[in-house]
């Protein structure tokens, strides 16, 4: 069974400019996240998806930051403008079912994308 | 809020000896979940281990065993017979139960794992 796929796996760009990250789950997997990580720390939450739609968007920066799902599979996420304190390793996750107990709800995680902002 | 501390930032073991990651956390639930993530150089996050809140019996995974100790708030990471591929970035992490709704795994800072040969 593959796993969660993220792309690309590193990313460098001026500040300023936007990007985009992709993300695939695991198949049949309802809920997807998408953790950020800076240097040194453990992942935060940005945003979560239980299919297409976004329950829990609290730590986003709206102001630059977006993210969709379409048809309740793949998801985007996207900063724009890029300032330099958006260095980090981007994280997506996906589960089978939040809501369900035990494993069911296990996170399941991706690769991640590396962004340096220069 | 929770919170989970890591105090370690780094450890290191000879290979094949024992050691033991410790993790707390603060929290006002009852129902919850604790895990313990790998992160190799890959940054790929592996889960290791989980222990349910409500079971009191450790849980263990071939090499890997927890110590939880509830009252405490404390959640360790026993390695027994260290290999060389266990050398990574560990994490402790948290996540409410079910019925609270709020799914995010809250994380530590990590512990860095050394395996010398």
């Known amino acids: 069974e593959a796993g969660v796929v993220q792309s690309p796996r590193y990313k460098i760009i001026e500040k300023k400019q936007p990007v985009a990250f992709w993300c695939n789950p695991i198949?049949?997997?309802?809920?997807l996240y998408w953790y950020r990580q800076n240097l040194g720390q453990g992942p935060e939450l940005l945003i979560r998806?239980?299919?297409?739609?976004?329950?829990?968007d609290s730590q986003l920066p709206k102001d630059r930051f977006s993210a969709e799902r379409l048809k309740g599979v793949d998801s985007t996420l996207k900063i724009q403008p890029a300032e330099l304190g958006d260095s980090a390793v981007y994280l997506c996750a996906s589960s089978l079912d939040s809501q369900r107990e035990g494993q069911g709800n296990e996170q399941f995680f991706g690769p991640g994308t590396r962004l340096t902002v220069l | 809020a929770q919170t989970v501390t890591q105090s370690q930032p780094e450890m290191s073991v000879q290979e094949a000896e024992t050691v033991t990651l410790s993790c707390t956390y603060d929290t006002s639930e009852s129902d919850y979940y604790l895990f313990w993530y790998k992160q190799p150089p890959s940054r790929q996050m592996i889960l290791v281990i989980r222990?349910?809140?409500?079971?009191?019996q450790n849980a263990t995974e071939n090499r890997f065993s927890v110590n939880f100790q509830k009252a405490a708030k404390s959640f360790s990471l026993k390695i027994s017979d260290s290999q060389l591929g266990d050398a990574a970035m560990y994490f402790c992490?948290?996540?409410?139960?079910?019925?609270?709704?709020?799914?995010?795994?809250?994380f530590g800072q990590g512990t860095r794992l050394t395996i010398n040969p």
């Open positions: 998806y239980e299919n297409e739609e976004a329950v829990d």
């Open positions: 992490a948290y996540r409410r139960g079910i019925i609270q709704g709020a799914q995010k795994l809250v």
């Open positions: 198949s049949g997997h309802n809920t």
């Open positions: 222990q349910e809140a409500y079971k009191q």
